[in-house]
């Protein structure tokens, strides 16, 4: 039963109906599974959790749906975890606080609500995190000194866009501050390239975001950019 099988790719197939517990039972010894592309339904089978080895989990784009199960957070070797754009419920569960090594995470374009998980600040080699396009109740803040890519719900001075074509106000009494200096914009290009930089040339599989524009450079509270919405953002496995 190909039991020195460590990697397993049928990415980007017509490949349709359950994802069996056979291809996450105990007679592989998976450290790579990619399953991304694809048209599969129904859950991900907690057979999930029996994968200790595991590293690279891509389920993307697939039509899959229930929630996250619970036995995901036993695969504490997992580095890059990606199941954007399904139909996955409820919350973000709390097992998977046990995947400390966790660089790459992608979650976006499902149905998860609930609360943003405060363990996700604790994650100290996440390097992309991307939680747009679902239903949570609150914002979260992932403090680290080389974090260049960061989806916020919201932020408080907006976007870029608010600011180069703002709309008029009534009663607005902050409405004179809305204008970017030459410094200031110097400044958000700045933080934007380097955001780009990084995305490009030190994630350990680059990302291309794909949907860079004025309204998805965020704000903080100094002004600062941040890259956000990751919702067409592609990795590049083959990346030369």
């Known amino acids: 039963m190909c039991q020195n ?9 017509n490949l349709i109906g359950f994802i069996s517990p056979q291809v996450t ?5 998976l450290v790579v ?3 991304s592309g694809n048209q599969f339904i129904g859950v991900l089978p907690m057979e999930i959790g029996i994968l200790k080895n595991l590293e690279y989990l891509n ?5 899959l749906f229930g929630k996250i199960p619970t036995s995901l957070g036993s695969c504490v070797k997992l580095e890059f975890l990606d199941i ?11 097992s998977l606080g ?17 609360q943003i998980p405060n363990f996700l600040e604790h994650f100290v080699y996440l390097k992309f995190l991307n939680l747009s396009h679902n239903h949570f109740e609150n914002e979260v803040f992932y403090r680290a000194h080389d974090f260049k890519a960061l989806v916020y719900e919201f932020m408080e001075n907006g976007n870029l866009e608010e600011w180069l074509h ?19 914009r110097l400044n958000i290009a ?15 599989t680059p990302v291309v975001h794909c949907d860079l524009k004025p309204s998805n450079v965020l704000l903080d509270d100094e002004l600062i950019g941040h890259v956000g919405d990751f919702g067409l953002a592609r990795f590049l496995l083959n990346n030369t």
């Open 25 to 29: 039972g105990p007679s592989f010894s």
């Open 98 to 114: 046990s995947l400390r090594d966790l660089q790459e995470l992608d979650l976006s374009n499902n149905n998860l609500s609930g």
């Open 166 to 184: 703002p709309t008029p106000r009534v009663d607005d009494a902050h409405e004179e501050k809305r204008n970017l200096s030459l410094l200031n």
């Open 33 to 35: 599974l990619d399953l």
């Open 59 to 63: 389920i993307s784009e697939n039509m």
């Open 84 to 94: 954007r754009r399904n139909l996955f419920q409820g919350i973000i569960p709390p």
């Open 5 to 13: 099988l460590f990697l397993l790719n049928l990415a980007n197939n």
């Open 190 to 204: 700045i933080d934007v390239t380097n955001a780009l930089d990084y995305l490009h040339n030190h994630c350990q």
